[in-house]
């Protein structure tokens, strides 16, 4: 069995070192509790900044091979023995992203630049990042073949279809989300969550996604972080505002037989899915 932990915390102090530490003891304790893999929310190191457009926060963005808070989590890794994807503002040269590295008993194993990027009241994320270029790539990992997306990317079956394809038998998404300001009265949780219920479903894998909690600016974060199995079914959860960690037991061994046995990636006919790489596919005439 392999033990997964999702964090939750908020995260809205302005300096970084105190959402940092609040982070790093959170994963100490889910490590010392038997977490081998742990699941952070996305962007950890400062509040959500993306509600506004403000070029001061540029200053934040650092190049993924001298990233501190990546090599701070990597050697963390090393000690304890843990697989963690580490969420960060990259600059990469004149260009920024919103990325993560997965970090691995001491290694670095890879990084995933966030492909689909939001652009609303609220979430103005392509005033800073562009969209990620690094594709879809499963990493092995010693517990388990793992993909990493962000945020909005759940949202999308292309990207848990993707990842599954190249080996992934657990999804990780690190996440930021919350209230809408545009629409005070739209309680997005439940969509949330059960987008990426199917996507384990329809994949045969396990699913992870770690929320922040607390109130930012305009904007509630609703926590909710949790874990769920092939089947759907919630293994572990946090509610909407406490600060912890949750833990879930995976047996990967059974999940491959029961990946193997329904046939999903058997019976798949890619000959028929042209219509997925076209952004046109409304019909003139």
């Not at 969420?87 to 970090?103: D, I, M």
């Not at 270029?133 to 092995?140: C, H, I, K, Y």
């Not at 037991?249 to 059974?254: E, G, R």
Request: aromatic share 12%; charged share 25%.
């Amino acid at each position: 069995m392999t033990s997964i932990a999702v964090l939750q915390s908020p995260l809205g102090s302005k300096d970084p070192e105190e959402n940092i530490g609040q982070i790093e003891e959170l994963t100490i304790q889910a490590a010392q509790a038997g977490a081998e893999i742990v699941l952070a929310p996305e962007l950890f190191e400062v509040p959500y900044f993306p509600q506004t457009q403000d070029e001061s926060w540029f200053e934040y963005a650092k190049p993924y091979e001298e990233h501190p808070t990546v090599e701070r989590f990597r050697m963390l890794s090393e000690r304890y023995r843990f697989t963690l994807p580490v969420s960060f503002f990259e600059r990469a040269t004149h260009t920024y992203f919103n990325s993560v590295a997965l970090v691995s008993h001491g290694a670095v194993l890879g990084a995933y630049r966030k492909t689909h990027i939001p652009d609303g009241p609220g979430y103005q994320e392509k005033y800073y990042f562009r969209p990620g270029n690094s594709g879809f790539r499963a990493l092995e990992t010693p517990e388990a073949w793992v993909g990493v997306g962000i945020c909005w990317d759940q949202w999308f079956p292309e990207v848990a279809r993707s990842f599954c394809l190249q080996g992934a038998e657990l999804l990780l998404y690190p996440t930021c989300i919350g209230s809408e300001p545009s629409d005070p009265t739209l309680d997005t949780r439940d969509p949330w969550r059960r987008v990426m219920i199917g996507h384990a479903v329809a994949n045969a894998c396990v699913v992870a996604a770690a929320n922040r909690v607390g109130t930012e600016d305009k904007m509630c974060f609703y926590g909710s972080s949790f874990v769920c199995d092939a089947r759907g079914d919630i293994l572990a959860e946090l509610d909407r505002t406490e600060t912890g960690f949750a833990l879930a037991a995976v047996d990967f061994t059974a999940l491959r037989r029961y990946r193997a046995g329904w046939g999903f990636f058997r019976d798949r006919r890619p000959d028929l899915y042209e219509t997925l790489t076209r952004c046109d596919t409304a019909k003139i005439g």
